[in-house]
C-alpha cells in the first residue's frame, strides 16, 4: 500500500486510517480497528484532540505508537476492556463476537477511554521512536548472511543500525527458512548494535515495551517474540546508546572477516540529514573494503514504490566495484517472504 514520502507532513486522521488499511491489508484487523477508533474520535472533534496533534510526519508511523501503548496498556491490564479483544492475551476477536458491529463500537470506546485516561503515557508514547525489533526479520537476514557464508567463506561480525534490544543479532539462533538461505548460517564472531534509546530487555519495562509492537490479533508474532527474549538470556551481543550517523562514523573493517551492517524498519524514522550522513559515511567504509575485508550493507526496508512491500538489499563492497542486489521481498515481518 503506497503512501506519501517519509518526510511528508499528512494530517493525523488521515495517517490513522492509512495505518488501519495497513494493518487490514497485512491480515489484522483488531489493528484497524484500534486505529480507526481513534482517527473517527479525532474526526469528530473528541476528546483526544487536546491530546494527538493534528499533523504529523508521515515517517514518523503515528499509527504504531497508539497501537503500541494501547497493546502495552492491555497488556499491563490498564485497559481491560481492550484487553478482552486481543488474541495476543487470551481475548477474543470483536469480530466473531454475536453482535460484531457492537462489539467493535464497544472496542473503539474503549481504547479512547484508555488514552484519554493515560496523557502521560500518550504523550511519551507520540514522542518516542517505535522499535518494534520484530524478530521475524531474522528470516531475511537469515538468507544474506548465509550468502556471505557460502561466497566468501570467512566468519561474520555483525553490526545492527537501530539495534533496540538487538534480538535479530541473534539471528542465526533464530527460526529462519532453510530452503531459502541455501545453506548454513556462518560462524558470527561479532554481535554489535547502536540505538539512541536501548531496550533493556532484562526489565519487565523493556519487555513489555518490545510486547505491545505486536499487533493484538497476532499470537504467532507474541510467540515468536517471546522465543527471541529466550534466544537473548542464553546468546550475548551488545547495544551501545548512540546516535546511528556517530556509530557508523567509528566503524571499521577487520581482516579475515565479512564486516555485515544490517537495519531493518528503521529508514523511514531517519532525518534527512541523518539518512544522507550515515549513507555518506557507509560509502566512505565500503571504501576501504578488500578482498581480504569485505562490507556487505544489508538492510530489509520499504520499497520506495510500495511502503508494504519490504525489500531484503546487499551492497556488496569487496575492493572492486560496488555491487547491489535484492535478493527476496516480503511483507514487513516477513510474511510472504521469496527470494526475487
Excluded at 6 to 29: E, G, K
Excluded at 117 to 129: F, K
Excluded at 304 to 328: K, W, Y
Aim: hydrophobic residues 45%.
Amino acid at each position: 500500500m503506497d503512501g506519501p514520502d517519509y518526510d511528508t507532513d499528512v494530517d493525523a486522521v488521515w495517517a490513522m486510517h492509512w495505518q488501519a488499511d495497513h494493518c487490514r491489508q497485512l491480515q489484522s484487523p483488531i489493528a484497524g480497528a484500534v486505529c480507526d477508533a481513534v482517527a473517527d474520535d479525532l474526526a469528530a472533534g473528541g476528546p483526544l484532540v487536546d491530546h494527538i496533534p493534528p499533523t504529523t510526519r508521515f515517517g514518523d508511523w503515528i499509527g504504531v505508537r497508539v497501537l503500541g501503548l494501547v497493546h502495552r496498556l492491555a497488556i499491563e491490564r490498564s485497559a481491560p476492556q481492550v484487553a478482552v479483544c486481543a488474541p495476543t492475551l487470551g481475548g477474543s476477536s470483536p469480530f466473531t463476537a454475536p453482535d460484531p458491529d457492537g462489539a467493535v463500537a464497544a472496542l473503539a470506546s474503549a481504547v479512547v477511554s484508555a488514552l484519554v485516561a493515560h496523557p502521560d503515557a500518550l504523550a511519551d508514547a507520540l514522542a518516542r521512536v517505535p522499535q518494534t525489533n520484530d524478530p521475524g526479520r531474522a528470516r531475511a537476514l537469515r538468507i544474506a548472511l548465509a550468502r556471505a557464508g557460502a561466497e566468501l567463506r570467512r566468519p561474520v561480525r555483525l553490526i545492527e543500525l537501530g539495534a533496540s534490544a538487538g534480538l535479530n543479532l541473534r539471528a542465526d539462533h533464530l527460526p529462519g527458512d532453510p530452503a531459502l538461505e541455501g545453506g548454513p548460517q556462518p560462524e558470527i564472531v561479532l554481535r554489535q548494535g547502536c540505538d539512541l534509546a536501548p531496550v533493556d530487555i532484562t526489565t519487565p519495562e523493556g519487555r513489555t515495551w518490545l510486547s505491545g509492537f505486536v499487533w493484538f490479533d497476532d499470537p504467532p508474532r507474541f510467540a515468536a517474540l517471546s522465543n527471541a527474549l529466550e534466544v537473548a538470556d542464553r546468546v550475548p551481543a551488545k547495544v551501545v546508546r548512540a546516535d546511528i550517523a556517530d556509530f557508523v562514523d567509528t566503524l571499521t573493517l577487520e581482516p579475515g572477516t565479512i564486516t555485515v551492517v544490517w537495519h531493518s524498519a528503521v529508514w523511514p524514522y531517519l532525518p534527512p540529514d541523518t539518512r544522507h550522513r550515515v549513507d555518506a559515511s557507509l560509502d566512505a567504509l565500503g571504501a576501504t573494503a578488500t578482498t581480504d575485508a569485505p562490507l556487505w550493507l544489508t538492510s530489509w526496508e520499504p520499497s520506495s514504490d510500495d511502503q508494504s512491500l519490504f525489500e531484503l538489499v546487499i551492497e556488496r563492497f569487496e575492493g572492486g566495484p560496488r555491487r547491489q542486489e535484492v535478493l527476496a521481498t516480503g511483507g514487513p515481518h516477513c510474511q510472504g517472504l521469496a527470494l526475487t
